[in-house]
């Protein structure tokens, strides 16, 4: 991640983006469209060692032709980093160096609860919820995020329009 306005900036605008749920146990993944337009949740993954998961990440960048990494980072209500956000941050360390791709962290508050309700909401039981719930909030994450680019792109191509209309208008007088 660079140090600049736009902590996003590193991952591309255009291409498919992986997104990840990291917990010790199970790895939410998700994905989304190369138009990064719909994320989808792909699978739950259980870490094993660095060479496996190493192994396991870039065949997932290779088959899905993933361009950036977006990680859901572990944000108490207060706003403020835990010991959890710490190792979040390490694992994106890890996989930036494994695969090359540039990848950001995304506040993951609220991610489980709202994944928890929808598989509630689709008369699941526990087990089964249990077994989807992680991918499901890697889903939320990325769709989250792939909004608020779309958001935040719009509100600037907006901004420059007008822009663009005063100084067209400046000229003119």
Not at 17 to 35: C, E, F, K, N, Q
Request: net charge negative; glycine share 6%; hydrophobic share 35%.
């Amino acid at each position: 991640m660079n140090n600049t306005s736009d902590p996003h900036a590193d991952v591309p605008i255009y291409g498919a983006l992986l997104g990840i749920d990291y917990g010790t146990v199970r790895i939410g993944i998700a994905i989304s469209t190369p138009d990064q337009v719909i994320a989808s949740p792909l699978e739950i993954y259980h870490p094993h060692n660095d060479d496996q998961d190493a192994r396991y990440y870039k065949q997932v960048i290779e088959d899905y032709r993933i361009k950036g990494i977006v990680i859901g980072l572990p944000i108490h209500l207060s706003g403020h980093e835990s010991q959890m956000s710490q190792e979040v941050r390490e694992f994106g360390k890890w996989l930036g160096e494994v695969t090359g791709l540039p990848y950001t962290f995304c506040d993951e508050r609220f991610t489980s609860s709202v994944a928890e309700d929808h598989l509630i909401g689709i008369d699941m039981t526990r087990q089964q919820r249990k077994k989807r719930l992680d991918m499901i909030a890697a889903q939320i994450l990325l769709q989250a995020f792939v909004d608020c680019r779309k958001k935040q792109q719009t509100e600037r191509d907006y901004q420059a329009s007008i822009d663009n209309d005063d100084s067209l208008n400046d000229e003119e007088e």
